[in-house]
């Protein structure tokens, strides 16, 4: 097994006539991926290679039996096809995209919550589960599948870590993305690594701003059984401003890499300095 | 992008939110006949994106044009929590019979909007008990409804007549993509009526695609000259007290090296990073040779550490973008202004390492590993201070 992402994820490309789209999608297909359709309003018959398009995702859906699909259309465009992804039943939608407004994810995420499928993103790297299958833009040659589970917002620490556990193998590495609003969370990702059989140890990235680390920090404390390692990144970052009083409020003291690092060290998650110390705590700990 | 005060008003003003009469001024003689036109007291208030001015000092009174004057002298140039004064408020003196705070904003964890009410508004609300406070998370499609916004209104004992205010607002943050709208304090005044004596709206970056009418609205160019010319060649650079200038791809990643190189200088003399710059996905030799010329243009940068993950571009295009950007930096001469040290994983990274190393440039290292490139650059820093 795997997290969100196997060997019989049948992926479908939104987007996948643009620059970006087309390079991913021959990315994900080299990568051993099945990408069965895409998705271009008013392309429906064209092909991109030998994948059929199509001009809607029902469509694709009803044709190919996809489960997955991958969003790549420029952000003016994104809330629609995110939520014809959704309105179509999709379980899973991965939303790489960069730069699509705040409003627009509190609407696609919600109308997911409500119909009980998955969000990954949006401005996120995607998820693979190496040597089975590879949705979104993750270099799929860094690292052989193995028993390590990964969740981060950012996309080159996940290659870094990636890069520096590579002997070990992961089962799934998933990017939740960076954006204030994201479909899937740090949590979401530890109970799914929490409840996968073939997942032995989770790496878990966090960074400044937010207090989702801390929220993480107590589940891992009340639901996760298997050992998790932490890093954080930005604690040289320079303190934001804060606007008016709301933020504080909401979020209290949490937000600084220190506040962190120190809610996970309670939780039991054992945290590295640096990428390599933290892969370096991994190794002792897969080692013991 | 966050307003100013006054900038919040207009939009209140836009969306049927009352306000006071107001015009901003950049001087002294500005605020006295911004006074006299409004007539009667008027109080002179510090525009700058920050809370806390009235406890800074950045609020006050005037019962005449003269007092105006003298009280903008006063306020014009102060440095309220690092945000130095450039014009002020002038707008009438409201009697204020009771302060609320009202905001809706984004709850980053709910992945939602926020309401937050109080009865115990103004300059303490942060230190007002808890149970004071109303929090109602607000569903997007279904909204701020009027019966909603009433039963939130009577929940924070406020005056029933705040409730318009709400929905106003609720349509406000919708229709200008704010991500944060706060009134505090929203006053009840003598004569009954509701009036907004502040405003902090942050509008959505992303959303300026579909908002030409916030051109205007935008921000002044960064007062550093380097972020100001960072910006426009689209890097995301950050001016930091250090000397070790760093350059790398992915937010994430490039906040890291910071901390690794800080770690690495506390053996080096206390060295630390002298900015952030994320060159983002690709690394050509045109976005080296710009992201060098603007670390190498700070003077307190005493080494250069460039940390790319090779993921979508190969290592072997940025060492390519590196040595192309060297010689154009050095007009094929000699070395640069300080040392370069260059880190590379990932894809191609064997041929990117290979390739700087044959071209054997003066002044230019590679490193194996993160940890040992931050060593690197931070004993260099040290060495090469003045
Ligand atoms: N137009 C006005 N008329 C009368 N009193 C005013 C007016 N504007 C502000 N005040 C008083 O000054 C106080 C501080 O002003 P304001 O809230 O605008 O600034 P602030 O201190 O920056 O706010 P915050 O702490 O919410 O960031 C208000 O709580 C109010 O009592
Ligand atoms: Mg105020």
Redesign the interface.
């Known amino acids: 097994m795997a997290i969100f992402l196997t060997e019989h994820s049948r992926i479908l490309v939104q987007g996948i006539t643009g620059t970006e789209g087309a390079r991913h999608t021959r990315r994900m297909v080299a990568a051993g991926s099945t990408v069965v359709a895409g998705v271009v309003p008013n392309r429906d018959g064209q092909r991109l290679d030998d994948i059929p398009i199509f001009g809607d995702v029902a469509s694709a859906v009803a044709a190919t039996g996809a489960d997955v699909s991958v969003v790549f259309v420029p952000?003016?465009f994104a809330k629609a096809a995110v939520l014809e992804a959704v309105d179509a039943s999709v379980p899973l939608t991965v939303v790489v995209t960069e730069?699509?407004?705040?409003?627009d994810?509190?609407?696609f995420?919600?109308r997911a919550r409500a119909a009980g499928v998955r969000i990954i993103g949006p401005n996120c790297p995607g998820l693979i589960s190496p040597g089975q299958s590879n949705a979104g833009?993750?270099?799929a040659?860094?690292a052989k599948r193995g028993r390590i589970g990964l969740v981060?917002?950012?996309?080159?620490?996940t290659?870094?870590l990636m890069?520096e556990l590579r002997d070990f193998g992961f089962t799934s590495c998933v990017g939740i993305g960076?954006d204030?609003?994201?479909?899937t969370s740090h949590i979401d990702c530890l109970a799914a690594f929490e409840a996968d059989p073939e997942t032995d140890a989770i790496v878990l990235?966090g960074?400044?701003g937010?207090?989702?680390e801390e929220?993480a920090a107590a589940f891992v404390r009340d639901h996760v059984t298997k050992p998790v390692v932490g890093?954080v990144?930005?604690?040289?970052?320079?303190p934001g401003?804060?606007?008016?009083?709301?933020?504080?409020?909401?979020s209290g003291s949490s937000g600084t890499?220190a506040a962190k690092k120190s809610a996970l060290e309670a939780a039991g998650v054992a945290v590295g300095?640096?990428?390599?110390?933290t892969a370096q705590l991994m190794r002792d700990l897969l080692a013991s | 992008m966050d307003l100013f005060e006054h900038q919040a008003h207009d939009l209140f003003a836009l969306h049927d939110i009352p306000t006071g009469r107001r015009r901003v001024a950049l001087t002294p003689a500005e605020a006295a006949a911004a006074a006299a036109a409004i007539g009667g007291k008027v109080v002179i208030k510090a525009q700058v994106k920050t809370g806390g001015r009235g406890k800074a000092g950045g609020v006050r009174l005037a019962s005449s044009p003269d007092e105006a004057a003298h009280a903008a002298e006063r306020i014009l140039g102060m440095d309220i929590h690092g945000h130095t004064v450039h014009s002020v408020l002038v707008t009438d003196a409201s009697e204020i019979v009771a302060e609320y705070y009202v905001a809706l904003l984004l709850d980053r964890a709910a992945g939602g909007f926020l309401a937050l009410l109080s009865g115990a508004g103004g300059m303490d609300i942060e230190s007002a008990p808890p149970e004071l406070l109303v929090r109602a998370p607000l569903d997007i499609d279904g909204g701020l409804t009027d019966g909603l916004a009433l039963s939130l209104c009577a929940d924070a004992g406020l005056p029933s007549e705040v409730a318009p205010v709400l929905t106003a607002l609720w349509r406000l943050l919708r229709a200008e993509d704010a991500t944060l709208v706060e009134i505090n304090p929203l006053a009840l005044l003598a004569d009954g009526t509701i009036r907004a004596l502040d405003g902090k709206i942050t509008l959505d970056d992303n959303a300026s695609f579909r908002h030409p009418q916030h051109a205007g609205l935008a921000a002044a160019a960064p007062a550093d000259p380097r972020e100001a010319a960072a910006a426009r060649k689209h890097l995301n650079y950050v001016k930091l007290d250090g000397s070790v200038g760093v350059i790398g791809n992915g937010a994430g990643l490039v906040m890291s090296t910071l901390d690794v190189v800080a770690a690495a200088g506390e053996a080096h003399g206390g060295v630390t990073p002298a900015n952030f710059l994320d060159i983002g996905g690709g690394a050509s030799a045109r976005v080296m040779a710009d992201s060098l010329e603007i670390v190498l243009a700070d003077p307190d940068v005493t080494a250069v550490l460039v940390n790319v993950f090779g993921g979508i571009t190969a290592c072997d295009a940025v060492a390519d973008g590196i040595l192309q950007a060297y010689w154009q930096l050095t007009d094929g001469g000699g070395p640069l202004r300080a040392p370069l040290i260059v880190r590379m994983d990932g894809n191609n990274a064997e041929k990117g390492r290979r390739m700087l190393v044959a071209a054997a440039l003066p002044g230019v290292l590679t490193a194996e590993t993160m940890d040992g490139a931050a060593t690197l650059a931070a004993a260099m820093a040290r060495q090469e201070a003045p």
């Not at chain 1, 204030?180 to 479909?183: D, K, S």
């Not at chain 1, 401003?241 to 909401?250: E, F, L, N, Q, S």
């Not at chain 1, 300095?273 to 110390?277: D, H």
């Open positions: 952000p003016r730069g699509i407004p705040v409003h994810s509190v609407e995420v919600a833009i993750i270099p040659d860094i981060s917002k950012s996309g080159t620490l290659y870094q890069h960076g204030p609003v994201a479909g990235i960074e400044i937010g207090d989702a929220r890093y990144a930005g604690f040289t970052a320079p401003r804060t606007m008016g009083h709301a933020g504080a409020i909401v890499a300095t640096t990428p390599t110390e």
